[in-house]
């Protein structure tokens, strides 16, 4: 497979930050290896910033090392570190102070695409957004990236699109969800709205339930005080789970274009149900396979912050009323995966007796670690002995299909800042988006907080506390394993 490669126009691109982790795993290899995709003009501009004593040449030596570190070298030519290390420079500078804002304003081309990505703690957004207003780098083609988390609840949410508003457009402004720039998440929106084969089915009349799971192996280890105060409910479901819920649940918006698909994902998060507490189980891991648990992890042994939460929501409106949505996301579980289970309902009648059992239809969407699709079909068992029935699956791993060109397919990072550079905002989230999903989020939080009982512990290494299981099983279903 071959992935076509359309170079992009010149443009400056700060990361605030540059210093930082996020940038060191991901924002830094992702222009790399974009750089060596050969999407990246000759004539580009990488500007790292923060406080921390850099010149240019020091600051090159340190992406050196963050992409040798980081990022796949095979995929490029020898010197390519070099030759894309010589568009890099850096600004020394201070979000709260005034050093280094006229040095990075002379080095702003002012008739190219600005892009600023604010790779730094919430709690600088403002600082930076006003400074670039100040020094006459907010107009134009000018644009903001901004980081999860965005806020912490409505009203921080409602707080920060109002201070960026100040000075930013909401088409300049593109609020990141890592997760809407994966393969397989943009290939969700093409099964969907690309084959005639899902649409017709892709409703209540068909669907028993969909299940999304997303488990992580890894602890808080690194985050643990962002952690402690954010919980998975804030961290995952907010955000990335409520993202996945949207593309999986819209309408077919009329057109691939920014505001058609937002204004659908919109829709969704306005329509979900009110979840009580009755449907909601979380829970906090245990130590376990020699690791610590939550609470020395974070230091806290009083912390009641949720490291696992599952719920049951619905969507009321006419395509899903009555079609269940079932959501967990945990730390410490047994595998590291995301997925999303559209399982359909049983056929009406089998006409091989009762003996045959049942055997449902899965849809299922894998994002990581394989990323790739499978479509679970009910066949006859090979050989004699009568008719008896398995579900086999038809599996579609990208990397298997896509051949050897699948490594090329471009990461999330290197897809959403590409198109920050190309000015598209479909995957990116609008600022009533993300008011809506704090707008659903907030009174389930203000209801266990309310109730004030402790999260269920839960083994670590396993699929989370018993409850969550229960969850389904009252209902005659069942989560799908997390498997690798
Ligand atoms: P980090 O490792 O703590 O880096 C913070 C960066 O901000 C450093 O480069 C730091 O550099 C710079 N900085 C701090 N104070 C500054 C100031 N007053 N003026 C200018 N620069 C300043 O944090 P991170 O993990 O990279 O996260 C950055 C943002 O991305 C956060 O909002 C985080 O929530 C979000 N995020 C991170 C990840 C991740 O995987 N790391 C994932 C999703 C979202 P100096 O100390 O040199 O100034």
Redesign the pocket.
């Known amino acids: 497979m071959v992935t076509r490669v359309i170079p992009v126009d010149p443009f400056d691109l700060v990361v605030?930050?540059?210093?930082?982790?996020?940038?060191?795993?991901?924002i830094l290899p992702a222009l790399y290896r974009r750089f060596c995709a050969g999407q990246i003009p000759d004539e580009a501009n990488i500007i790292g910033?923060?406080?921390?004593e850099f010149d240019d040449a020091g600051y090159r030596a340190f992406v050196r090392d963050t992409i040798l570190e980081f990022a796949p070298v095979t995929l490029c030519e020898d010197g390519a570190i070099d030759t894309f290390c010589d568009r890099v420079r850096y600004i020394k500078?201070?979000?709260?102070?005034d050093e280094g804002w006229e040095a990075l304003a002379r080095i702003i081309h002012a008739d190219r695409v600005r892009a600023f990505y604010?790779?730094?703690?919430?709690q600088?957004f403002a600082?930076l957004a006003e400074r670039l207003h100040r020094h006459g780098m907010a107009s134009g083609e000018t644009r903001i990236v901004v980081?999860?988390?965005f806020g912490h609840d409505l009203a921080s949410a409602r707080e920060l699109n109002t201070m960026l508003a100040r000075h930013f457009d909401e088409t300049q402004i593109y609020r990141i969800d890592?997760y809407l720039g994966k393969e397989t998440v943009q290939n969700l929106m093409a099964i969907r709205f690309a084959n005639m084969l899902f649409e017709p089915l892709w409703n209540s009349q068909y669907v028993d339930h969909i299940q999304i799971t997303v488990a992580e192996s890894m602890g808080v280890a690194g985050?643990e005080e962002?952690y402690d105060r954010a919980g998975a409910m804030r961290d995952m479901m907010q955000n990335h789970m409520m993202q996945l819920l949207c593309l999986i649940a819209m309408e077919p918006p009329a057109k691939f274009e920014p505001d058609a698909v937002r204004d659908e994902k919109l829709k969704v998060i306005r329509a979900l149900d009110t979840v009580v507490l009755d449907d909601i189980v979380r829970g906090q891991y245990e130590a376990g396979e020699d690791k610590p648990g939550y609470l020395d992890d974070v230091g806290n042994s009083e912390s009641t912050t949720e490291s696992f939460v599952a719920l049951k929501t619905g969507i009321g409106n006419w395509r899903w009323a009555g079609t269940p949505f079932y959501l967990r996301t945990g730390k410490r579980l047994r595998a590291r995966t995301s997925e999303i289970a559209v399982v359909f309902k049983d056929a009406p009648h089998s006409i091989f007796g009762a003996d045959a059992g049942r055997h449902a239809n899965i849809l299922t969407i894998v994002l990581q670690p394989n990323e790739g699709i499978e479509l679970g079909v009910t066949i006859k068992e090979p050989g004699p002995g009568g008719m008896r029935l398995i579900d086999v699956p038809l599996d579609m791993s990208f990397a298997e299909t896509l051949g050897p060109g699948a490594e090329l397919v471009p990461d999330a990072y290197e897809r959403l800042i590409m198109d920050v550079i190309r000015g598209n905002q479909t995957l990116f989230m609008r600022g009533d988006e993300v008011e809506a999903a704090w707008r659903w989020t907030d009174p389930i939080i203000a209801q266990w907080e309310e109730k004030g009982e402790r999260p269920l512990p839960y083994e670590s290494g396993s699929t989370g506390p018993e409850d969550a299981l229960a969850l389904m099983h009252r209902d005659g279903r069942r989560w799908r394993e997390i498997r690798e």
């Open positions: 605030f930050g540059g210093t930082g982790d996020l940038a060191r795993r991901k910033a923060a406080r921390s500078l201070d979000a709260r102070g604010f790779s730094v703690g919430p600088l600082d980081e999860k988390p890592h985050r962002f």
